[in-house]
């Protein structure tokens, strides 16, 4: 069952030990694996946490995918927003240019620039489609939303990616929160304080029930 939306934003008051438990029950769950769920919504989760956790929440994630590994078949592709970019800037070989320059450039040129070089829908996704290709997999995990903002938003990955990751479970790992109500639809609220970015197509995943 979907524990009712918007119970809890960072997992109402699950400590670090309760979070990681779920979060390993739910993603190695037949139910989950199998993209079952109301409706037939893109299976996409976000996972809410803290934004001053963010360092605890890398090394809960990178155990999770261990622990997953080692006692279960699930294959984790784990893929990190800000690596992509990475990759994407080196790739076009503008990386060192652009960490030169960036102390002295115009706030509104650098922005221009890399949200061309990293526009999602031509850029960001067909490199996420890559790593899909050459490691097909049973869950994604996407990180590195705080990393790559404001140049990349999460609602505008989830809107694109809908046509490429359709057939797996995909766990975005979000520093804020997401809320889901009747009278206000779903907002993603970047380091709990930003104005929410309008989405609801997603679940949390720490109200997720198997």
């Given at each position: 069952?979907?524990?009712?939306?918007?119970?809890?934003?960072?997992?109402?008051?699950?400590?670090?030990?309760?979070?990681?438990?779920?979060?390993?029950?739910?993603?190695?769950?037949?139910?989950?694996?199998?993209?079952?769920?109301?409706?037939?919504?893109?299976?996409?989760?976000?996972?809410?946490?803290?934004?001053?956790?963010?360092?605890?929440?890398?090394?809960?994630?990178?155990?999770?995918?261990?622990?997953?590994?080692?006692?279960?078949?699930?294959?984790?592709?784990?893929?990190?927003?800000?690596?992509?970019?990475?990759?994407?800037?080196?790739?076009?070989?503008?990386?060192?240019?652009?960490?030169?320059?960036?102390?002295?450039?115009?706030?509104?040129?650098?922005?221009?620039?890399?949200?061309?070089?990293?526009?999602?829908?031509?850029h960001?996704?067909?490199?996420?489609?890559?790593?899909v290709?050459?490691?097909?997999?049973?869950?994604?995990?996407?990180?590195?939303?705080?990393?790559v903002?404001?140049?990349?938003?999460?609602?505008?990955?989830?809107?694109?990616?809908?046509?490429?990751?359709?057939?797996w479970?995909?766990?975005?790992?979000?520093?804020?929160?997401?809320?889901?109500?009747?009278?206000?639809?779903?907002?993603?609220?970047?380091?709990?304080?930003?104005?929410?970015?309008?989405?609801?197509?997603?679940?949390?995943?720490?109200?997720?029930?198997t």
């Amino acid at each position: 069952m979907i524990v009712a939306a918007g119970k809890a934003e960072f997992g109402g008051q699950m400590t670090r030990r309760e979070r990681a438990r779920h979060l390993y029950r739910v993603i190695t769950s037949e139910r989950f694996l199998a993209r079952r769920g109301p409706g037939n919504e893109v299976p996409f989760f976000i996972c809410p946490f803290p934004a001053q956790e963010g360092l605890t929440m890398m090394e809960d994630r990178l155990d999770l995918i261990r622990q997953i590994r080692q006692h279960t078949p699930v294959q984790v592709l784990d893929l990190s927003l800000y690596d992509i970019s990475l990759d994407l800037l080196r790739e076009r070989g503008i990386l060192e240019c652009v960490l030169e320059r960036e102390p002295d450039m115009d706030r509104s040129a650098l922005r221009e620039l890399l949200q061309g070089v990293l526009d999602v829908r031509d850029h960001l996704i067909p490199k996420i489609a890559e790593s899909v290709a050459a490691t097909p997999p049973d869950v994604m995990f996407l990180s590195g939303v705080g990393e790559v903002y404001p140049y990349i938003r999460a609602h505008n990955v989830l809107n694109n990616l809908q046509g490429t990751a359709r057939d797996w479970p995909t766990v975005l790992f979000f520093p804020g929160s997401y809320t889901i109500s009747a009278a206000t639809g779903g907002s993603l609220n970047l380091f709990g304080v930003l104005q929410g970015d309008r989405y609801y197509r997603a679940f949390n995943i720490l109200n997720y029930e198997t």
